[in-house]
């Protein structure tokens, strides 16, 4: 029966063929695109079938072809039914692969197409988004700010705007307070760079054609000292792609393992196929390659600092929310924002959705006090009280706040007793009986430049009331101090502040309603950092549910060298570097070094680059000018869409398409992993097909197919895609979640969207913390910690070695006693960035800050000739160059004969750079700001023989110092300066 049920299979294969070439003209030029034959039969030759595909028509024949172009041959009927008979089973067919039931002959690119074909017939037909009466069709897509539709006719697109939702989606939820309710509009608010998308699809700069330097010569001179000053010349794909594939083959053979390194920024475009834990991991696996190893670079005081106090290594250091929107909004009374900008930073993916909860707590007459040198624009909005400091001070004012309740017992002495350790230690050092000097209002007033008086009534205000401390742009942590050279000091004393006043218990908590709405967290989808297509189970969490859920072929790097990102050109310049691991599995992993090279691995000396330029977002980046040049490194690839930032560098550019041209599928703000559940920061939870809307610009692809391409130079592409374009793993995504229990995938492509359902009232989750506080089990929904990691029963007390917060931190008692920079108390060490260093202060006596951005996602929507360009607090437009805004006090422009709009040159011995002067009394007199994260880096002559970049890269005159000494951790938020007019002539 089931070799009849098989034969029948097979003979029907080529009339499906034929059918569905007919219905779709898409499925039609792809048949033609190949002339082969190809065979489909049992290993022992008892039943076989072969398929003549030529011009586009499709002939079978029984029986098997003496010489066929592509084989797949089953071990038995069982296993080729498990392939053939739909619906797929994957979990077989994965099993299958891996234990060789099912082998593929045949060129690797012709195997690749004949699979793929196959997939194609499932989806070729299926109709994808709707029809509108103005002849349009509406896709979708989610970005990283936000979801939108996508209207595309006669193959441009017209318009993108928010997703609103209608009748046919889950209804919102509702709060309930004592004087009114609140229910949250019911469309995606999203982020300005999120509507600037059409125009980014057709910025000036995209790169359409694949380009080779002009004196690079693969076999001859390949002048690496010329790299970002020689120009480029057209080439075709298949010599670019051959060239890559060529020079990798060659690195493995020629210096051997770990030569080729993948370089890619924090961030890139949106979904679980096409973003760089996915498809890029699977590609770097596959090949062997040097890790360059990220940073947590917007939660370093968190992961390095504060963590150690209470634990949540899982989520970098930064407390959890759940709960939280709904007990801020029925029982705080007050919040304090401490370096929080919400409005600016969309607390991480989440565009304006916190902007209307904020707004009904000032209806609701809770005050806000904003601590930040700069009046920004959440304290723009919201007013209250704005405390300006100076930056890198933060935990001076700390302490001395801490000091007054310690003086004049105005902290809760119960919890402290009970739900902590070492206090009488903390005490002794707040009171200066440890070391001499009471760190009282007045002692701060000298380092913060804040009043004592003010410090002083800030902490009896803070006691008397019950208060939300907003830490960072998310309220649970992200960006602001946390990212200065004093950050991890900042973020310790954050978590003891709250520890001092009950953290937990109703209407005192973290968060400034940027997280926490009422969600449901139980609705499986994969976050992107689950890892996708990569089967990688080392460097993503693929392995917690993603890989159950969607059963693929694991990935595997064989070389276990890395670099530490903040440290790579010392690596390629040096020829070595030390590391500190960022692995947030334990409090205890980011003590351990790791070098660079290890021993029987070779130096780097191919650079694959790939994603959004970071030139803007790296500390000290100035230095990678000199490692992209370093004779060493042979064959620099740079795989992007824009030429901006580093592209200029490199020797080969494969021009990558946007996610508007390709596949994929993701969670709006669906990070998973380290990222645990912060969608609970939308109104609605929102999972999107990521259409492709258009074709690729130019000759440009995406990244899954220049991976696919360059791997089938090598006999890969079968192991890559498993036979799988970018939408059948998209399907594979879908399969894999619960969105096939509520939605078929043909209504998901034509909609584009569904809406998971809020839970009941009864269903939500209760108050993150509240079960610490109430000395009970925990109650919330967080993998974490680990079940050795309780020092009491399971699901009792904190990571922490007492299990409690310690105000005196056991891991770092344990493991840098010989650091003065990382003891077990939270000691005040001013900022090396500041006015302790007399020489350096005296030569640049501004201090720059340099925050995470408003209008653009770090740099993945800047420099793109979209509307964002025009925006006057992003860039300001001068003699036809956009510049990067630099914003300073009238007193400072004053003393410096700068007015308002002038271009300035901000500078100090590392580099200087060329801004616009926003003159405004929303910054504090000593200080300097400006966004991090410019895309465009164009460097000029400057007046004293060097040059001046005009892009907007402030990064280049930050510190390569880190956060603090034995830690991976950037300081790049702050830094000491000088600015002065920029002379016309100085050029």
């Known amino acids: 029966m089931k070799r009849a049920l098989l034969k029948g299979i097979l003979l029907g294969l080529s009339a499906a063929l034929t059918v569905t070439a007919a219905r779709s003209r898409d499925f039609r030029k792809r048949l033609r695109q190949r002339n082969l034959v190809a065979q489909i039969c049992l290993k022992d030759g008892s039943i076989g079938r072969y398929y003549c595909l030529r011009g586009g028509k499709v002939r079978s024949f029984a029986g098997l072809h003496p010489a066929p172009d592509v084989a797949i041959v089953f071990h038995d009927v069982a296993t080729a039914l498990d392939f053939m008979k739909p619906p797929a089973d994957q979990t077989k067919i994965v099993h299958a692969a891996k234990h060789f039931k099912v082998m593929v002959q045949g060129r690797d690119d012709l195997v690749v197409w004949f699979m793929q074909l196959m997939n194609t017939l499932q989806t070729a037909t299926l109709q994808m988004g709707l029809p509108q009466r103005d002849g349009s069709q509406r896709y979708c897509t989610t970005t990283n700010g936000g979801p939108l539709f996508v209207y595309v006719k006669e193959g441009r697109i017209v318009r993108t705007t928010p997703i609103d939702l209608d009748e046919s989606d889950a209804p919102s939820w509702t709060i309930h307070t004592l004087k009114r309710s609140f229910t949250p509009q019911r469309r995606a608010t999203v982020s300005p760079h999120a509507l600037a998308l059409r125009s980014m699809v057709y910025a000036e700069n995209r790169l359409l054609y694949p380009m080779k330097r002009v004196d690079f010569d693969p076999h001859g001179e390949r002048n690496p000292q010329n790299r970002g000053k020689s120009g480029y010349v057209r080439i075709s794909w298949e010599e670019a792609l051959d060239l890559v594939a060529a020079e990798i083959k060659r690195m493995k053979r020629e210096h051997g393992p770990g030569a080729v390194a993948i370089y890619h920024s924090s961030h890139h475009q949106w979904g679980n196929v096409g973003y760089y834990l996915s498809a890029l991991q699977r590609f770097g696996n596959l090949i062997g390659y040097t890790r360059v190893h990220l940073n947590p670079d917007s939660w370093e005081g968190w992961y390095w600092g504060a963590q150690h106090h209470y634990g949540n290594s899982m989520r970098l250091g930064t407390p959890g929310a759940y709960g939280l929107v709904e007990d801020c909004l029925q029982q705080c009374e007050q919040i304090v924002f401490w370096s929080s900008d919400p409005e600016t930073t969309s607390g991480c993916y989440a565009g304006s959705e916190g902007t209307q909860r904020r707004l009904w707590a000032k209806d609701l007459g809770i005050e806000f006090i904003h601590i930040d040198p700069h009046c920004n624009p959440t304290a723009q909005l919201l007013g209250g009280r704005w405390i300006p400091l100076r930056p890198g001070s933060d935990s001076a004012l700390a302490l001395a706040i801490m000091q007054v309740w310690v003086s004049e017992d105005l902290y809760d002495r119960e919890y402290v007793a009970s739900k902590t350790t070492g206090f009488d230690e903390w005490r002794a050092y707040l009171l200066g009986e440890s070391d001499g000097v009471a760190k009282t209002p007045e002692w701060q007033e000298e380092e913060t430049g804040v009043p004592a008086r003010d410090v002083r009534a800030l902490a009896r205000q803070w006691a008397r009331r019950k208060t939300y401390l907003a830490a960072g742009g998310g309220g649970q942590g992200l960006g602001g101090a946390g990212r200065n050279p004093t950050g991890t000091q900042w973020a310790r004393s954050m978590i003891l502040l709250m520890a001092m006043q009950g953290w937990g218990k109703p209407g005192v908590n973290f968060g400034n309603l940027q997280m926490a709405t009422p969600l449901d967290m139980t609705f499986y989808f994969p976050g992107y950092a689950e890892g996708g297509i990569s089967g990688d189970l080392h460097w993503t969490a693929t392995a917690i549910s993603n890989y159950n859920r969607m059963p693929h072929v694991l990935s595997m790097n064989p070389v276990k060298q890395m670099i530490p990102r903040q440290k790579l050109a010392d690596a390629i310049i040096e020829g070595k570097s030390t590391g500190y691991y960022w692995d947030g599995v334990s409090l205890e992993a980011q003590f351990v070094p790791f070098e660079y090279p290890l021993p029987g691995h070779s130096r780097v000396h191919m650079l694959y680059r790939y994603g959004a330029s970071s030139f803007g977002t790296m500390a000290n980046s100035q230095r990678m000018v000199e490692a992209y040049r370093h004779p060493s490194l042979e064959f620099v690839v740079n795989q992007s869409i824009w030429d901006e930032g580093e592209t200029q560098f490199a020797d080969v550019i494969l021009p990558a398409c946007t996610m508007l041209e390709r596949w994929d599928i993701g969670e709006w703000a669906g990070a998973g992993a380290y990222g645990h559940h912060i969608q609970e920061q939308l109104n609605h939870r929102m999972i999107v097909m990521q259409h492709?809307?258009?074709?690729?610009?130019?000759?440009?692809?995406?990244?899954?197919?220049?991976?696919?391409?360059?791997?089938?130079?090598?006999?890969?592409?079968?192991?890559?895609?498993?036979?799988?374009?970018?939408?059948?793993?998209?399907?594979?995504?879908?399969?894999?979640?619960?969105?096939?229990?509520?939605?078929?995938?043909?209504?998901?492509?034509?909609?584009?969207?569904?809406?998971?359902?809020?839970?009941?009232?009864?269903?939500?989750?209760?108050?993150?913390?509240?079960?610490?506080?109430?000395?009970?089990?925990?109650?919330?929904?967080?993998?974490?910690?680990?079940?050795?990691?309780?020092?009491?029963?399971?699901?009792?007390?904190?990571?922490?070695?007492?299990?409690?917060?310690?105000?005196?931190?056991?891991?770092?008692?344990?493991?840098?006693?010989?650091?003065?920079?990382?003891?077990?108390?939270?000691?005040?060490?001013?900022?090396?960035?500041?006015?302790?260093?007399?020489?350096?202060?005296?030569?640049?006596?501004?201090?720059?800050?340099?925050?995470?951005?408003?209008?653009?996602?770090?740099?993945?929507?800047?420099?793109?000739?979209?509307?964002?360009?025009?925006?006057?607090?992003?860039?300001?437009?001068?003699?036809?160059?956009?510049?990067?805004?630099?914003?300073?006090?009238?007193?400072?422009?004053?003393?410096?004969?700068?007015?308002?709009?002038?271009?300035?040159?901000?500078?100090?011995?590392?580099?200087?750079?060329?801004?616009?002067?926003?003159?405004?009394?929303?910054?504090?007199?000593?200080?300097?700001?400006?966004?991090?994260?410019?895309?465009?880096?164009?460097?000029?002559?400057?007046?004293d023989g060097g040059m001046i970049d005009r892009g907007g890269c402030v990064n280049l005159l930050t510190s390569p110092r880190p956060i603090v000494k034995g830690s991976s951790g950037m300081a790049s938020s702050n830094c000491l300066v000088e600015v002065e007019k920029w002379m016309e002539t100085a050029a």
Request: net charge negative; aromatic share 12%.
């Open 692 to 943: 492709k809307c258009i074709e690729p610009l130019g000759e440009s692809k995406s990244d899954y197919q220049i991976f696919l391409e360059i791997l089938q130079r090598m006999g890969l592409g079968a192991v890559f895609s498993e036979g799988c374009g970018e939408l059948d793993w998209c399907k594979r995504v879908f399969d894999s979640s619960d969105l096939p229990l509520h939605i078929s995938w043909q209504s998901f492509l034509r909609k584009g969207y569904y809406v998971v359902p809020a839970p009941s009232e009864a269903q939500r989750e209760p108050a993150y913390f509240r079960w610490y506080a109430e000395d009970r089990h925990k109650d919330v929904p967080e993998p974490l910690p680990l079940p050795s990691q309780y020092a009491d029963a399971f699901g009792k007390g904190l990571q922490t070695p007492s299990g409690k917060i310690e105000f005196s931190a056991t891991t770092l008692r344990r493991a840098c006693a010989d650091n003065p920079e990382r003891q077990a108390l939270n000691l005040y060490i001013p900022s090396p960035e500041g006015p302790v260093d007399r020489e350096r202060f005296a030569r640049f006596p501004l201090q720059l800050l340099s925050s995470h951005p408003r209008y653009s996602f770090h740099t993945y929507s800047d420099g793109k000739n979209s509307f964002v360009n025009e925006l006057a607090a992003h860039r300001i437009l001068k003699d036809g160059h956009y510049y990067w805004v630099l914003r300073i006090s009238p007193q400072d422009a004053a003393a410096r004969g700068i007015a308002h709009h002038d271009l300035v040159r901000v500078f100090n011995e590392r580099g200087a750079v060329l801004c616009a002067a926003e003159v405004t009394p929303l910054i504090a007199p000593g200080m300097l700001k400006a966004f991090e994260s410019s895309a465009v880096y164009d460097p000029i002559p400057d007046r």
